[in-house]
Each structure stands twice: as structure tokens, then as C-alpha cells.
């Protein structure tokens, strides 16, 4: 089965994004495929590569870098809650004038059309969030 | 049309899983996780809507999320516990998936 994950929530606020990298493993585990994890609202926070949490405490964004390069998971940040938040990838510090990008490794930044076309394309669509 | 409802915020916090029940249609299922969890304790005021719930629909918790909260166990009888990989099944095995946030 195809399926979309749309996360709203950011990392360390309570347990949406862990509990949506659970349940991508556990998916992908039994044979599913994972058609697209799109990140809105608070949750585009998943994406910057800047984060360094306690060594005692879990990498959420590591895991779903990880997630991404092992099994080639398209993991898409909404541009326009990611510029709200100073989310930038290259093209879009340039077009901005900003000095600096701190994107994650394995995510993109795209527009709400591609979570509109996750839900088409997928036959679920699973939500975590606030 | 069976739909699966995932609850995520406790009944004492939030209105949602109170909301939920509400909604939930017969033969439908619901799936607590996260903070939810602490609904599936028999003895509380929310309790009885839960068991209420019971009578037509099928009510599961995660069972790594309850185990977090120290909740092992604690869990009402008919509420039935699944691992992330049962939580994957229910989503596949209904027809459409509402996520209570």
C-alpha cells in the first residue's frame, strides 16, 4: 500500500515527529511504500540540518536524514511555512539575500501541491501533529 | 466505509478525543496513541465514554506509548494493544485514516 505522511508538528514539542518515524519504519518493514512525508506548519523545524540536541537525547532530524538515504523517502518541507521560520535551502538563502542555508540533508522545499498530490497518489494519507 | 481514528492528546487536556467519540461511526475503530493513552485507565471521568465507545466500535492503544507512561497493563479490558506494525495494519485495513490533533 502507497502511502503519505504529513507531519505539523516540530521535534521535541511532544511525540508527533517520533511517533511518525516509527511509524514509517514499521511500514516500510512490512512492504509499503512511503510516497512522499510532507512537513507543514511547525513541523517544517524536522528539516534544518542546525540542530544539536543533548548527547543523551534522540536526533530526530538525523533519523529521518537517515531515513531518507536508506530508503529513499521524498521528504518535502512547505515553503511557505519554512520561510516564516528561517528554513532555507540554497536556492531560496540566494533569492532571499541571506547569508547562510541550513536545510537537512534529504529534504526539499516545495509548495502545498505536493501534499495535495501525496493524498491523490497515495492510498493513505496519515497525519501526526499538534 | 470503515475509518480508523487516531487519538494523540489526553481527554483531560484537549476536547478532541471527547470529539471523536462523538463523530466515530459504528463498526469504526480508534486508536489511541501518544498522550491519548491515559484514556484506556479504567476509573477515570473519561472512562465511561471509552467503554461506551466499546459497544460498536473496536478501541485499540499503542502499547510502546502506554508502556511509556507507565500504564502497562492498566489498560481497560476490550481495549486491544498493538505495536507500531498492528497500528500500520489498522491504517491499511480501514478504508480512511482522521487524525484527532
Redesign the interface.
Known amino acids: 500500500?502507497k502511502?503519505t505522511i504529513l507531519v505539523?508538528e516540530g521535534p521535541y514539542q511532544?511525540?508527533?515527529s517520533d511517533?511518525a518515524i516509527?511509524?514509517i519504519?514499521?511500514?516500510l518493514?512490512?512492504g509499503?511504500e512511503i510516497f512522499r512525508v510532507f512537513f507543514y506548519h511547525d513541523g517544517v523545524n524536522n528539516g534544518t540540518r542546525l540542530t544539536v540536541p543533548p548527547a543523551d537525547d534522540r536526533l530526530i532530524q538525523k533519523a529521518w536524514s537517515e531515513l531518507a538515504e536508506k530508503h529513499g523517502l521524498d521528504l518535502v518541507i512547505c515553503i511557505a511555512a519554512a520561510q516564516r521560520r528561517g528554513i532555507m535551502d540554497a536556492d531560496e538563502a540566494k533569492r532571499q539575500g541571506m547569508d547562510a542555508n541550513n536545510i537537512a540533508p534529504g529534504f526539499r522545499i516545495s509548495g502545498l501541491g505536493q501534499l495535495v498530490e501525496g493524498g491523490i497518489q497515495s492510498?493513505?494519507?496519515?497525519?501526526?501533529?499538534? | 466505509m470503515a475509518m480508523l481514528h487516531?487519538v494523540?492528546k489526553s481527554p483531560f487536556e484537549r476536547v478532541a478525543f471527547d470529539s471523536c467519540l462523538t463523530h466515530a461511526n459504528a463498526g469504526d475503530s480508534i486508536i489511541m496513541?501518544?498522550?491519548a493513552v491515559v484514556g484506556a485507565v479504567d476509573g477515570s471521568s473519561f472512562s465511561g465514554k471509552v467503554k461506551a465507545a466499546m459497544a460498536d466500535k473496536t478501541v485499540y492503544v499503542l502499547g510502546?506509548?502506554l508502556a511509556a507512561r507507565g500504564l502497562d497493563g492498566k489498560a481497560m479490558d476490550g481495549i486491544v494493544s498493538v505495536?507500531?506494525?498492528g497500528?500500520?495494519?489498522l491504517?491499511?485495513n480501514n478504508d480512511?485514516?482522521q487524525?484527532w490533533?
Open positions: 500500500m502511502y505539523n511532544h511525540q508527533a511517533s516509527q511509524f519504519r514499521a511500514a518493514e512490512k509499503h492510498d493513505r494519507l496519515v497525519v501526526f501533529g499538534d | 487516531i494523540n496513541i501518544e498522550d510502546a506509548d505495536d507500531y506494525a497500528f500500520v495494519d491504517t491499511a480512511t485514516t487524525s490533533l
